[in-house]
């Protein structure tokens, strides 16, 4: 199974997301853009990980879940990575004390856990579209889609599955858990 810890959107956040998109979309030669219903914040990428490991990640889960509380997260500007001769783009989140803690102790536990410790820095983004090809200059571009004035809130967290759905690339929830404290 192919796995991540995720934070998932309500519908009001998607909608949001998806309005930059479709500016996006307008402005693009070519793109990649992520489905509406697949738009969320990777908490961490596990990977291939066997079926037989998920009850050590729902336990981890757990275990995290129980330590940290409901926070606000706020979207913050739309940035790009360059990938050879299209990009990346996707929406940065504010800085926050909580999303870092809450990253950190997950991150922490899988290592306990014994398998491969991250050793890339977090960096909390919301991918918009791959293999970007702006229409006319990127930087414009991007600097003419403004802000994303817009905060929503976080009470749980979700182990997601990546497949494949009659073709269709498909994250699904495997297990939801209330961040409790
Ligand atoms: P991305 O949007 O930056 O590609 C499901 O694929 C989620 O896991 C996405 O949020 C994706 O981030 C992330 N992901 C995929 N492959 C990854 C990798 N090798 N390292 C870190 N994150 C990855």
């Given at each position: 199974m192919r796995l991540f810890y995720?934070?998932?959107?309500?519908e009001k956040t998607k909608d949001v997301l998806a309005e930059k998109?479709?500016?996006l979309r307008e402005k693009a030669v070519k793109?990649?853009?992520?489905?509406?219903?697949?738009?969320?914040?990777t908490l961490?990428?596990?990977g291939e990980v066997p079926q037989s490991d998920l009850p050590v990640l729902t336990g981890i889960q757990d275990a995290v879940s129980k330590r940290h509380g409901p926070f606000s997260l706020e979207f913050a500007e739309i940035g790009t990575f360059e990938r050879g001769n299209s990009c990346i783009v996707w929406v940065g989140i504010k800085r926050n004390s909580e999303l870092f803690e809450l990253q950190q102790d997950l991150e922490r536990e899988i290592a306990k856990s014994g398998f491969q410790p991250e050793t890339r820095p977090y960096k909390p983004h919301i991918t918009l579209a791959r293999?970007?090809?702006?229409?006319?200059?990127?930087?414009?571009?991007?600097?003419?889609?403004?802000?994303?004035?817009?905060?929503?809130?976080v009470k749980s967290i979700s182990l997601m599955e990546s497949t494949r759905i009659?073709?269709?690339l498909t994250y699904l929830c495997?297990?939801?858990?209330?961040i409790s404290k």
């Open positions: 995720a934070i998932e959107f309500d998109q479709k500016a793109g990649n853009f992520s489905l509406r219903d697949n738009l969320h914040l961490r990428f596990m293999e970007f090809v702006p229409d006319g200059d990127l930087d414009k571009i991007i600097r003419e889609m403004g802000l994303l004035n817009h905060k929503f809130d009659n073709g269709k495997t297990y939801r858990t209330d």
